[in-house]
Nanobody, 130 residues
Framework: QVQLVESGGGLAQPGGSLRLSCAAS????????MSWTRQAPGKAVEWVSGIYSDGSDTRYEDSVKGRFTISRDNAKNTLYLEMNDLKPEDTAMYYCAKYSDTVVADEFYALSRLFMYDSWGQGTQVTVSS
């Protein structure tokens, strides 16, 4: 069965950095687009960033553009999120998610459609505070 295991969260100061990882198993990782999402206390799940199956293209939510970088290593079945210049508003539980189809709709923000994801990890907590 599909398994996604996030790691790398923790406490960071404003302006600091963290690198999240998501180890995937139980499916052909290299065939599926993946995304990072987050949920702050009392708020809805928010899409953060997505990457196509071969890593050729990426998408970002506006508030993280220029600060976060998504990447993947298909040989290691691992998804990453490099987070720099962290802000208190980045505080949330971060989840990786697997796209439900090997084919992504041909529209620029197709990866941001949360209903298109069928598997999620257990999450890793990121807290940004001085």
């Amino acid at each position: 069965q599909v398994q996604l295991v996030e790691s790398g969260g923790g406490l960071a100061q404003p302006g600091g950095s963290l690198r999240l990882s998501c180890a995937a198993s139980g499916f052909t990782f290299s065939s599926f687009a993946m995304s990072w999402t987050r949920q702050a206390p009392g708020k809805a799940v928010e899409w953060v960033s997505g990457i196509y199956s071969d890593g050729s293209d990426t998408r970002y939510e506006d508030s993280v553009k220029g600060r976060f970088t998504i990447s993947r290593d298909n040989a290691k079945n691992t998804l990453y999120l490099e987070m720099n210049d962290l802000k208190p508003e980045d505080t949330a539980m971060y989840y990786c998610a697997k796209y439900s189809d090997t084919v992504v709709a041909d529209e620029f923000y197709a990866l941001s459609r949360l209903f298109m994801y069928d598997s999620w990890g257990q999450g890793t907590q990121v807290t940004v505070s001085s």
